[in-house]
């Protein structure tokens, strides 16, 4: 049998990070939606009782360093699944962005093998499996648009954000989330208002939402990596209604209305950024099916 998963990537419209746990984990309060660029997830079952990770990039391990072969290792354990799988990964979500493709196409693997081995479960069980795997995992096991608490495993569905372009553009470096918050100071970080920014996306306000992005880890990652804020720069000079780092970084994306002002932006950052895209902003979970 055979079975098709989209892994899409988001976006941190807000991050808030809180402080950190008992646990060594942070608690924050972050905004998420999810972006029409993403990974494709293929998975055959196979008799052998074994897992098989097929990864077409380079920059992609096979084995138990990615979380998407993590993910079938939970899942076959599990539900105590006897037979295989086959897993196929293409990438098209870039690595080690701040874009939690790693984290999507877990969550892709969780969902695809629920219905791979026709399993009795449901989103909110294979999301308490993601929790185990990435902070981020259970946010892309629902999808759409969410408020995420927590550690990110604490879920609350919000509306999709307004119709917009997002033209995202990641420098030719990787960042490491664990070294970003090992060098975060809370107390002296920059917090956004999350609120604002819930409310803007229940009340469809796309200038409020505009105005409520905010990273308290974008600072951190600024100052280790300057090209950062450079490319936000160009961004807003280009035009971008808004322009914010997602996750640890490096990506960089901005929120434009227009699609002519959405390529005018786009065609900018080609000049000196070999990882541009533009795509819309997907924000519901029915685009996962």
Same mark, same amino acid.
Do not use: C, E, Q, W
């Given at each position: 049998m055979y079975i098709m998963e989209k892994a899409p990537a988001k976006i941190n419209l807000s991050l808030d990070v809180l402080h950190k746990r008992k646990d060594g984990f942070h608690e924050v309060e972050m905004v998420m939606t999810t972006i029409d660029l993403a990974d494709r997830i293929e998975?055959?079952?196979l008799k052998?009782?074994?897992i098989v990770l097929e990864a077409e990039s380079r920059y992609v391990p096979n084995d138990e360093r990615n979380l $998407? *072969?993590?993910? $079938?290792?939970?899942?076959?354990?599990? *539900?105590?699944?006897?037979? #295989?799988?086959h897993i196929k990964l293409t990438k098209h979500v !870039?690595?080690?962005?701040?874009? $939690?493709g790693g984290s999507s196409d877990a969550a892709a693997v969780l969902r695809g093998m629920a219905r791979l081995f026709d399993l009795d479960t449901t989103p909110g069980e294979l999301a308490e499996i993601g929790a185990e795997i990435g902070s981020d995992v259970s946010f892309c096991v629902h999808g759409g648009t969410a408020l995420a608490t927590g550690r990110g495993e604490k879920i609350e569905e919000l509306p999709a954000p307004p119709p917009c372009w997002v033209v995202l553009a990641k420098p030719p470096i990787g960042v490491s989330t664990k070294t970003i918050y090992q060098a975060l100071d809370v107390k002296e970080a #920059?917090? !956004?208002?999350?609120?604002?920014m819930v409310e803007a996306l229940r009340t469809g306000d796309y200038e409020k939402m505009c105005q409520s992005v905010g990273n308290t880890l974008e600072g951190v990652t600024v100052r280790l990596y300057p090209e950062v804020a450079q490319l936000k720069e160009h961004m807003l000079q280009a035009g971008a209604d808004t322009s914010l780092m997602s996750g640890s970084g490096p990506t960089v994306f901005s929120l434009v209305e227009p699609d002519v002002k959405a390529r005018r932006i786009c065609n900018h950052l080609k000049g000196f950024c070999d990882e541009v895209y533009m795509v819309r902003v997907l924000g519901t979970k029915e685009t996962l099916d």
């Open positions: 998975l055959t079952s052998k009782n074994k $998407a *072969y993590l993910a $079938a290792k939970k899942m076959k354990k599990h *539900y105590s699944i006897t037979g #295989g799988v !870039p690595v080690a962005a701040g874009l $939690a #920059g917090h !956004p208002d999350t609120s604002s």
